[in-house]
Structure formats: structure tokens, C-alpha cells
């Protein structure tokens, strides 16, 4: 199992921008597919964006690609959310999650929220209009 700690989120105006960090312990970070998820009030936890574990190959929701960039130091143990042009819908509570040697490429979209087994705790992010 993979600990996960959240930050970054706030409150920010749309059109800005936030990054969003988790810091991941516990076992090594490498071999672990990295998620982002986000839930809005009253909505379902959805999925966001991801970062495979063995050569950087990167998924996106297509309500977030071209606007989010997701990126991790391994010698941080860091996965980053690069958030810009930011819109009130993108408003939610932010989730990190971790799988261990989790073949993103072979799970569609809507299947990942139930193949990652490791989560934060959650960061708020908040988009004004």
C-alpha cells in the first residue's frame, strides 16, 4: 500500500490556474500508475487524468485535455496536476490515487475509477465566475 497527501487546491477566478501536488510513501513510487480524480457536490467521482508507471504515457478526460497536464518526479515520489484556463465546472474535490503496475492502456475511462486501490484524502478546488 502507497500513502497519499494532497495540495494545492484553493480557491481560484476562471480562466486562472493551480497545481496541484501529491506526495506518495510507503512503497516505491516508479512502479505505481498515478491518478487524478475529482467529485463535485451531488456527482460522482470521475476521472481526470493519469500517468502510466513505465513510460510516462499520459490519459486525459477529454472535459479537461488541452486545459490540464499531469506530471510526476520520481525522485520526488511526486505526482503534479497542472490546472489552467480554469472553469466553474471544474469546481470539486481533487483525489490523488496509485496502482501498483496498473496497465493504463488497457482500461477504458470510465473503468479506472475502479482499478485504482490506493487514495488521498482529497484537496478543494473552487473556481469562481
Known amino acids: 500500500q502507497v500513502q497519499l497527501v494532497e495540495s494545492g487546491g484553493g480557491l481560484v477566478q476562471a480562466g486562472g490556474s493551480l497545481r496541484l501536488s501529491c506526495a506518495a510513501s510507503g512503497r516505491p513510487f516508479s512502479s505505481y500508475a498515478m491518478g487524478w480524480f475529482r467529485q463535485a457536490p451531488g456527482k460522482e467521482r470521475e476521472f481526470v487524468a493519469a500517468?502510466?508507471?513505465?513510460?510516462?504515457?499520459?490519459y486525459y478526460a477529454d472535459s479537461v485535455k488541452d486545459r490540464f497536464t499531469i506530471s510526476r518526479d520520481n525522485a520526488q515520489n511526486t505526482v503534479y496536476l497542472q490546472m489552467d484556463s480554469l472553469k466553474p465546472e471544474d469546481t470539486a474535490v481533487y483525489y490523488c490515487a496509485a496502482e501498483y503496475h496498473l496497465n493504463l492502456a488497457a482500461v477504458p475511462a470510465p473503468d479506472l475509477l475502479h482499478e485504482f486501490g490506493s487514495w488521498g484524502q482529497g484537496t478543494q478546488v473552487t473556481v469562481s465566475s
Open positions: 500517468i502510466s508507471w513505465s513510460d510516462g504515457w499520459k
